[in-house]
């Protein structure tokens, strides 16, 4: 079985070379057979939303890429209720203990849980913005766009081909039995 001529074989994966569009169905193609030989639901739910579209841009993809390099949302972060609602619900219980509706202790307890998620959770929020703006504005200027889980990762970068605008699109599976069938999927599928 002979591999089309624009996909080499690496190592750890293939390679993919074509202008936008080639990318895209390339993309789209790779999406559907690791969907279907792959062990991990949740990689390729990410991949999918990650993948390069033809309606989409470099600055789409840079987007979608800093976006899945950050850091993922919190466990404090999903019980937050937003600054007003915390603090609001915080002078609650403060009120009620200090006023000897219920015991001070617990209610002060519980008002300092409040504050503590608060500040937790708007922290991890300041903290992700940044990190966000850190692979946008320097990372990637330097860096191919990137998408990496545990079962598979993909660089995707620009190569100048004589003004002619084309892509590498890397593909890297360390699972040597899984590389290969998709290797072998891809190919006859291309080809």
């Not at 609650?92 to 519980?110: D, F, L, M, R, W």
Request: charged fraction near 40%; aromatic fraction near 8%.
């Amino acid at each position: 079985m002979s591999k089309p001529p624009n996909m080499d074989k690496t190592n750890a994966g293939l390679e993919f070379e074509g202008r936008w569009k080639d990318i895209c169905i390339f993309a789209r193609t790779f999406e559907k057979v690791i969907e279907e030989n792959a062990p991990n639901e949740q990689s390729i739910e990410k991949y999918h939303c990650w993948r390069p579209r033809e309606e989409e841009d470099e600055k789409d993809l840079s987007e979608k890429t800093a976006e899945n390099a950050c850091m993922d949302e919190k466990k404090v972060e999903k019980k937050y209720n937003g600054a007003k609602e915390e603090l609001a619900s915080a002078g609650e219980k403060i009120k009620k203990g200090v006023n000897g509706e219920e015991a001070p202790t617990e209610n002060i307890k519980e008002a300092s849980k409040k504050v503590e998620r608060l500040v937790g959770a708007e922290s991890i929020k300041s903290i992700r913005k940044f990190e966000r703006m850190i692979y946008e504005e320097v990372m990637l200027r330097f860096n191919p766009y990137y998408f990496d889980t545990e079962h598979f990762s993909v660089n995707l970068e620009e190569i100048s081909n004589g003004g002619e605008e084309k892509y590498k699109l890397t593909i890297n599976i360390p699972d040597e039995e899984l590389r290969e069938t998709v290797r072998n999927e891809l190919i006859k599928r291309a080809g």
